[in-house]
């Protein structure tokens, strides 16, 4: 019997399940998940999981803590709570975003990291099982320094540029994720055409970021997020993890279609690349080259900071 693209897949790369959804995680059988307050927030406007917002208002309904700070500990117990449900599911780890609004603050992300690992250790949930997602600023990274050098592991998302993905290496963060549909997005859109294979800038991005990595020895891991089509994913088949949406690994799971290798250690091996030494200074200036980095970037923390803003109001609601 052949094997599926997704089983192919599976032989040379880790897939991890992009979704707040229980049942796509059952069916698919991914090694890890990573959760964003966007797939919270849509996954409470589910009746079915309706119930856990309910439970974790409940719990904190009757503390002494002005509304605001009760509102703030609700949200935080909820993602902690979907975090937990996933990791009854996958074997691996899970992604735990902390506030998109917390971006620029190196001293609030540390805190609000400790935060989240403490309520999951409470639940006798070992952090070495939760990834801390935090977007790939300057402050977010050093924030992300400090915290791998306590043990605490963490996932740099929102990433879009080579400063950024060497900042995150050099930083020694245990994971990465740049977005390779929001980077086709953006070209797609300023140059009016459409991209494929392995000409699709997406790939391309992670392509030279696997390279970058695997060449001069990181350890830091490479997970390509953020997915349009099969065929990106296909393209970036061997990358050490990659994260897909559940209708993306459906299709993937119904097709036989060929996923050969296309990233490796010896091939990235092949590569002639140079070494860059990064600073604050020249991490802002590279960064600051790259149109398409910037925009994005600074986009994605709006929209992350906009789905924290709705679902606080859908508890603020509900709170007596």
């Known amino acids: 019997m052949a094997l599926s693209s997704l089983q192919q897949l599976k032989q040379f ?25 966007s797939l ?32 703030h500990l609700v949200v935080d117990q ?17 992604s735990t975003e902390v506030d998109a609004r917390l971006s620029f603050d190196t001293e609030a992300t540390i805190e609000k990291a400790h935060t989240v690992i403490g309520l999951y250790e409470k639940r006798g949930i070992p952090r070495e099982r939760v990834l801390i997602k935090i977007a790939s600023t300057w402050q977010g990274i050093k924030a992300a320094e400090a915290l791998t050098k306590e043990g605490i592991r963490c996932n740099l998302t929102l990433l879009f540029s080579m400063a950024q993905a060497i900042a995150c290496a050099e930083a020694n963060v245990q994971l990465i994720s740049p977005f390779v549909g929001r980077i086709y997005d953006w070209y797609k859109a300023k140059e009016k055409k459409d991209y494929t294979g392995a000409d699709d800038p997406g790939v391309q991005s992670v392509n030279k970021i696997y390279a970058y990595y695997k060449k001069f020895g990181y350890k830091t891991e490479v997970m390509g997020a953020s997915f349009r089509t099969v065929n990106q994913i296909v393209q970036l088949c061997g990358c050490d993890l990659l994260t897909i ?25 092949t590569q002639d690349i140079k070494r860059i030494e990064l600073t604050e200074k020249t991490f802002l200036w590279m960064h600051n080259e790259d149109a398409m980095a910037v925009e994005k970037t600074s986009e994605g923390i709006r929209v992350f900071a906009a789905d924290i803003n709705k679902l606080e109001a859908i508890i603020a609601g509900a709170l007596k």
């Open 245 to 269: 949406s559940p209708a993306l690994l459906a299709e993937l799971s119904k097709s036989e279609a060929p996923v050969p290798r296309k990233l490796s250690p010896e091939w990235a091996a």
């Open 40 to 71: 919270i927030y849509k996954a409470v406007e589910m009746p079915e999981y309706r119930p856990m917002l309910d439970a974790v208002i409940k719990d904190c309904q009757g503390l002494n803590l002005p509304k605001d700070q009760k509102i």
């Open 13 to 37: 790369t880790k897939v991890v399940a992009d979704s707040g959804d229980f049942a796509s995680m059952r069916q698919y059988s991914p090694q890890d998940a990573t959760t964003n307050p």
């Open 78 to 94: 909820l993602l902690v709570a979907f975090g937990s449900k996933i990791l009854e599911i996958v074997p691996g780890r899970v």
